[in-house]
């Protein structure tokens, strides 16, 4: 059932307070904290604004700040309307229009339709949700192009993450929480209270919107913000501060876990396969025990299969893994239809065909986007990498990846089933091949061939996946914009 909102402060009420930047001699925790991002003077900066306080006081000290002078941030708004709260969620769409409007900060609206992904997937609602936010807003990011995304966790959001992570059985990765910067997304508000938040709206007179499914108590989450954390507060008033500080702590220690993997997994000569990936396995049994498992779900990323992999599922392989093969094995119990087979030297991780209705004509392929094809996902994404971070991608990506020149795809792509007769010129072969010769010369088996789905243009052939790309869309000395195709199975128990 959809509650009323709260009564809030309507937008025109944060137009009459306008901005007081100029002169103003203090500094409060919200608007340092924005002061010491780490940017660049001229930095395009998108601005994920759900409409709530956090959000809210976020757009409109990044716009203080830029309108009195103080930084020369170019600024962009963004809003998903994730279509679970009817009308309330139409009322925050409308509330974030009037905000954006009245800061002088233009505006990209996204809706997206968590429930049918959630039905789709068989995800929770959470978790879609939170993976089609973060896919929307990469998206208009890239489209802008932008620099950063920046979101408004709080410290409070964060101990509420620690928490959660930690009834889920979280290892260290899980207590670092939350990162104040990752790649291009940057969240300043991590070192700012809740409250702090709420006193900065009120001293400035700007209104926010209340959504109603933070009281939810079926989210785990609101559970732990409602019913936990006041009791914790008594046996420690500071808990949040605490819990955060533990985070930052172990982000520091999980770094330094994360080089140590990166390291041993260039002792293992990984090596890309028809169907997935290959490594040695006698490094990785000298490893030590903690890095095993790491190292298997980097390698398991590589293979784009790492979605729903739990510690448990490692584990299980990683007994597997341990004990010497005089003959080849197979271990099957993994999600998204990868198996692992350890011969004497090596272990192979590869995705076990699936059987899926069949797909009829084209699907359209957005660049940036993704589409459900089967039971495989396809994805596109439009990194901004420097030509170190390019180089470091080829390097890593596993069959199942494809680094692709911008300017050969265009904007549409399509997903499809392959056409008599169609040609590919596969990357390193100098000159082009029957996509069925390719097949046979790969190895393919027939049942495979009869689900292959292939990626293309409207007018040419691009990627098979697991098999070959075309030398002309790849990558290349004057490659300035990439698109990093995927490929994956849906998860699966």
Same mark, same amino acid.
């Given at each position: ?7 809030? &402060? ?29 940017? $660049?003077?001229? !930095? ?24 009195? =002078? ?24 409308? %509330? ?21 992904? !959630? ?13 089609? #936010? ?22 409070? $959001? ?37 409250? $702090? ?14 959504? !109603? ?117 197979? %271990? ?28 009829? *004509? ?11 094809? =089967?039971?495989?996902? %396809?994805?596109?994404?439009?990194? #901004? ?12 990506? *596993? ?10 795809? =265009? #904007? ?6 392959? #056409? ?35 990626? =293309?243009?409207?007018? &040419? ?33």
């Amino acid at each position: 059932m959809v509650q009323k909102p709260n009564r809030i &402060q309507p937008p025109t009420a944060t137009r009459r307070a306008g901005p007081r930047v100029t002169g103003e001699s203090h500094d409060g925790p919200v608007e340092a904290a924005i002061l010491a991002m780490p940017l $660049d003077s001229n !930095s395009r900066v998108l601005v994920a604004v759900s409409g709530g306080a956090d959000s809210t006081a976020l757009l409109d000290v990044l716009a203080r700040l830029v309108t009195g =002078g103080r930084r020369s941030w170019v600024l962009r708004a963004a809003h998903v309307n994730h279509g679970l709260r009817g009308h309330e969620a139409d009322q925050d769409e409308e %509330f974030v229009r009037a905000l954006a409007r009245d800061r002088g900060v233009p505006l990209d609206v996204v809706g997206v339709d968590v429930e049918e992904h !959630s039905r789709a997937r068989g995800a929770s609602i959470e978790a879609m949700a939170r993976e089609l #936010r973060y896919n929307a807003l990469y998206e208009r990011l890239d489209a802008w192009p932008g620099d950063v995304l920046v979101t408004a966790h709080t410290m409070d $959001d964060q101990a509420e993450t620690v928490l959660l992570n930690l009834l889920r059985g979280a290892g260290l990765t899980g207590v670092a929480a939350m990162p104040d910067r990752r790649d291009r997304l940057v969240r300043p508000f991590l070192s700012v209270r809740r409250h $702090d938040i709420l006193e900065y709206l009120q001293r400035q007179h700007v209104g926010y919107r209340l959504d !109603s499914s933070n009281t939810d108590p079926r989210f785990a989450r609101n559970r732990i913000r409602r019913e936990v954390l006041p009791v914790l507060r008594r046996v420690r008033p500071d808990v949040v501060e605490k819990l955060a500080r533990s985070a930052a702590l172990a982000a520091q220690d999980d770094r330094l876990v994360r080089e140590q993997v990166d390291e041993t997994i260039g002792l293992l000569e990984v090596r890309i396969e028809k169907f997935g990936i290959a490594a040695a396995v006698a490094p990785w049994r000298s490893a030590a025990p903690p890095l095993r498992l790491r190292i298997l779900r980097a390698l398991l990323a590589r293979l784009g299969a790492a979605h729903g992999v739990s510690t448990r599922h490692l584990g299980d392989l990683a007994a597997f893994l341990e004990k010497p093969a005089t003959s080849t094995r197979t %271990f099957h119990a993994l999600p998204n239809a990868v198996i692992c087979t350890l011969d004497p030297d090596r272990f192979h991780l590869s995705i076990a065909p699936v059987e899926a209705p069949p797909v009829a *004509g084209e699907l359209a392929l957005p660049v940036p986007g993704s589409v459900f094809a =089967g039971s495989m996902l %396809f994805s596109s994404e439009t990194p #901004r990498l420097t030509a170190d971070e390019l180089h470091r991608r080829l390097a890593v990506c *596993g069959p199942h990846h494809a680094l692709c020149d911008a300017r050969a795809l =265009g #904007r549409r792509l399509v997903v499809r089933r392959p #056409r008599p007769g169609e040609r590919l010129r596969p990357l390193g072969l100098h000159g082009s091949k029957k996509i069925q010769d390719l097949l046979v010369d790969r190895r393919v088996p027939v049942a495979e061939r009869a689900r292959l789905l292939v990626v =293309g243009t409207e007018r &040419q052939l691009i990627w098979i996946p697991g098999v070959a790309l075309d030398e002309r869309a790849a990558v290349g000395p004057q490659t300035d914009r990439v698109v990093h195709l995927t490929c994956r199975p849906t998860p699966t128990g």
